[in-house]
């Protein structure tokens, strides 16, 4: 049996949100519309209220366009397919991390298959999500001292200990180790969140997980920045800076 996604259409066209969902009605069986939305602004709290496996986004609407509202709520953790009239806005897609790109009026045969291969690439992510999580408790249980990454070769195994800070890149991580590699990992910054030891490990950003051995100088502000090494700075959120305060001092009073 097909697994059942739920979708979400945003488009400032009533039309057109009423055309689109009768195709998805009429030809693609396995798409459940939980919701359609008109307002941009609307459409992000319906997005983060309602989690969708998948989302139809028209790109230019009042307010807010499709790419300022995927920034919004980056790092996306659904499928996104475009729908628009305007094909210079192909490449842009592709950059926010698009699945596909649908113009209108949308072809039959072009929905089916950008609709399949989101059926795909879902049903792939959920699988290795599985694997990734039961490989990532067994090496922690094993090894408390490694973690595992999961870059496009499989996974690799580095000691936490090397990791100096990760950075959150869309559907992507990337890890900057000790020895100046940089390691891109095709999963979201919040999964590594849940596996990175809380002691020594911190969420200082949306953007940002730190190593707190690595860190020189905390540097006063609205939220502030950290000085890792004596040369790279990244910034501290507002909503995150009394925790991140609270953990270092208790870093530095356990160093």
């Known amino acids: 049996m097909q697994q059942k996604l739920r979708a979400i259409l945003i488009d400032d066209e009533v039309n057109n949100l009423s055309l689109l969902e009768k195709m998805l009605l009429q030809l693609c069986s396995n798409v459940e519309v ?24 028209d790109i230019q609407m009042p307010y807010l366009n ?41 072809v039959r045969e072009k929905l089916i298959q950008t609709v399949q291969r ?15 999580t039961l490989l990532g408790k067994q ?19 580095v000691e ?20 100046g590699k940089r390691i891109i990992v095709s999963r ?3 999964e590594y969140e849940k596996l990175l030891p809380e002691a020594h490990f911190v969420r200082i950003h949306d953007k940002y997980i730190i190593h707190l ?9 609205r939220g502030g920045e950290v000085k890792i090494n004596s040369v790279i700075s990244l910034p501290v959120s507002a909503n995150r800076r009394d925790n991140f305060l609270s953990r270092f001092e208790r870093w530095v009073k356990k160093g």
């Open 160 to 179: 936490e200990s090397d990791i100096i800070y990760c950075e959150s890149s869309g559907n992507y991580t990337h890890f900057h180790m000790k020895n």
């Open 34 to 57: 939980v919701a359609t939305e008109t307002n941009a602004l609307q459409g992000i709290e319906l997005l983060r209220n309602l989690k969708p496996d998948l989302l139809f986004l």
């Open 118 to 132: 989101a059926s795909d690439r879902i049903h792939q992510k959920s699988i290795a999500q599985n694997i990734f």
């Open 188 to 190: 979201q910054l919040g």
């Open 213 to 221: 051995h690595y860190v020189n100088e905390y540097i006063k502000g």
């Open 66 to 106: 499709g790419f300022e509202l995927l920034q919004e709520l980056e790092p996306v953790d659904f499928e996104v397919i475009v729908v628009t009239a305007y094909d210079e806005f192909a490449l842009a897609a592709f950059d926010h991390h698009v699945l596909g790109f649908l113009t209108k009026p949308v």
């Open 139 to 157: 090496l922690q249980h094993n090894d408390e001292s490694k973690i595992a990454l999961s870059t496009t070769n499989g996974l690799l195994f």
